[in-house]
C-alpha cells in the first residue's frame, strides 16, 4: 500500500512539473503566485518545487519567480519562436512599415525583431526604400535580411551567443558608438513600472544603452506577455523610449501609467 501512495505521489509531481514547464515555455517566466494558482499549491511548496526544478537545470531563479533555463544541447531562441507567433507577426508586420527612406535603422536580436526582419524583407523586395542602412546584432536577423540585398545590412561582430544567436560584448558596443540611428527597434524579456524595459542577459541590456544613447526614436517591440514582468536588468526607462508597439492592450493601469511617461503605443490586436 506504502509503495502505491509513493508512485501516485511521484505521478503527482510529474504532472504538476509538466504543466508548470508547459506554461513557462509559453510566458517564458512564472512568479510564484502564478505557480500557486497553476498548480494548486501552497507558496512554501511552489518555492520548494522551484528549487528542485533549478537543480535539475530546466529553471533558473531570479526575484518572485523562475525563467527557463538555455540547454546547450538546443536554441533558446528556437524555443522562444514558437511563442505568441502570430501576435509577433503582426508587431513585426507594423514596425516593418514605420521604416523611410534614408533611415539608419538598428534592430535588436530576438524572435520578435526576427519577424519585423521578415516584414522588412517582403517590403523592400515591393518598395524603393533606398537609401536605407540596417545594422543589427543578430545572426538570425541578417540570414533574412540578406535576401534583399539592394541596401546596406551591417552586422556589428562580437562575442557571439549560439544559445540567442546574437553578438555583444565590449568590440560590439566599442563598434556601436560610431554610428548614428535615426531609428531603433529593441526587444524586451520584460515590461514593469519601477524597472522599465528589462532583458535576462546582461551583455544585451548593456549593448541596448549604448545603442540608445546613439538614437534619434527608439521603439520597443513587445508581446503582450510582457506587461508587469521584470527580467534580469533594465537597459531602459520608461521615458527613455519613444513608442511602444504590442500585440494586446494592456490593462487600464499599466496602459495610462506608461501614457504617462510619454510612451506612444501602438496596439495592433485583431
Known amino acids: 500500500m506504502r509503495q502505491n501512495i509513493k508512485n501516485a505521489s511521484v505521478s503527482k509531481y510529474e504532472r504538476r512539473e509538466q504543466m508548470l514547464m508547459e506554461h ?5 517566466r512564472v512568479t510564484t503566485q502564478e505557480a500557486v494558482k497553476l498548480l494548486d499549491i501552497s507558496e512554501a511548496t511552489a518555492r520548494r518545487f522551484f528549487s528542485s526544478l533549478e537543480m535539475q537545470g530546466k529553471v533558473i531563479r531570479d526575484y518572485g519567480g523562475i525563467r527557463l533555463a538555455a540547454r546547450k544541447n538546443h536554441y533558446y531562441f528556437d524555443l522562444l519562436e514558437k511563442v505568441d507567433t502570430e501576435e509577433k507577426k503582426r508587431i513585426g508586420k507594423y514596425a516593418a512599415s514605420l521604416i523611410e527612406k534614408g533611415d539608419t535603422v538598428y534592430l535588436d536580436c530576438g524572435t520578435t525583431l526576427l519577424y519585423m526582419a521578415i516584414a522588412l524583407t517582403e517590403r523592400i523586395k515591393h518598395e524603393d526604400l533606398l537609401p536605407l542602412n540596417i545594422i543589427t546584432n543578430s545572426m538570425a536577423n541578417i540570414q533574412i535580411l540578406s535576401e534583399a540585398p539592394s541596401y546596406k545590412v551591417i552586422l556589428t561582430g562580437g562575442v557571439y551567443n549560439p544559445n540567442r544567436r546574437d553578438f555583444s560584448g565590449a568590440l560590439t558596443e566599442r563598434y556601436i558608438s560610431d554610428f548614428h540611428f535615426t531609428k531603433t527597434f529593441f526587444g524586451c524579456d520584460g515590461i514593469s513600472l519601477d524597472m522599465g524595459f528589462t532583458s535576462n542577459e546582461m551583455e544585451i541590456s548593456r549593448l541596448n544603452a549604448c545603442v540608445l544613447a546613439c538614437s534619434d526614436h527608439a521603439y520597443v517591440l513587445s508581446a503582450s506577455s510582457k506587461f508587469e514582468k ?23 493601469t499599466i496602459l495610462g501609467a506608461l501614457k504617462s511617461k510619454g510612451l506612444k503605443i501602438h496596439v495592433t490586436e485583431e
Not at 513557462?24 to 517564458?28: A, F, G, K, P, S
Not at 536588468?233 to 523610449?241: D, F, T, V
Open 230 to 252: 521584470k527580467s534580469f536588468i533594465s537597459y531602459a526607462e520608461l521615458h527613455q523610449i519613444d513608442e511602444l508597439i504590442t500585440g494586446k492592450k494592456p490593462n487600464r
Open 24 to 28: 513557462l515555455r509559453q510566458t517564458n
